[in-house]
């Protein structure tokens, strides 16, 4: 079993950031892994924000949020890092950390993600 922790979420005026962070646990070996963001909006499907594959640090982040956020990770830690820049009112959402297991590509479809942690509210007021 693999277990994910967010962590970070919160309430930010638009323009401002927010840091989230995912703490990965259990029978994981990371150098196989591909952690990805998602994010559910009010009303709204859950979308791919950003991947990251654990072993080279190879990365990618949704058009939507290109230039703005950052994903990253820590392999002494375990921990898989997205860092939020010039928030928007429209990335309100719950963000969920997953994790995904021997993909050729980093996958941005959430049913390729076997393990997910329970989500974290960011909220960005205008």
């Known amino acids: 079993q693999v277990q994910l922790v967010e962590s970070g979420g919160g309430l930010v005026q638009a323009g401002g950031s927010l840091r989230l962070s995912c703490a990965a646990s259990?029978?994981?070996?990371?150098?196989?892994?591909?952690m990805g963001w998602f994010r559910q909006g009010p009303g709204k499907e859950r979308e791919f924000v950003a991947g990251i594959r654990w072993g080279s640090g190879r990365s990618l982040t949704a058009d939507s949020v290109k230039g703005r956020f950052t994903i990253s990770r820590d392999n002494n830690k375990s921990t898989v890092t997205l860092q939020m820049n010039s928030l928007k009112p429209e990335d309100t959402a719950v963000y969920f950390c997953?994790?995904?297991?021997?993909?050729?590509?980093?996958?941005?479809?959430?049913?390729?993600?076997?393990?997910w942690g329970q989500g974290t509210q960011v909220t960005v007021s205008s």
């Open positions: 997953a994790a995904a297991h021997d993909y050729r590509t980093i996958p941005q479809y959430d049913r390729a993600y076997r393990y």
């Open positions: 259990g029978r994981i070996s990371p150098s196989s892994y591909d």
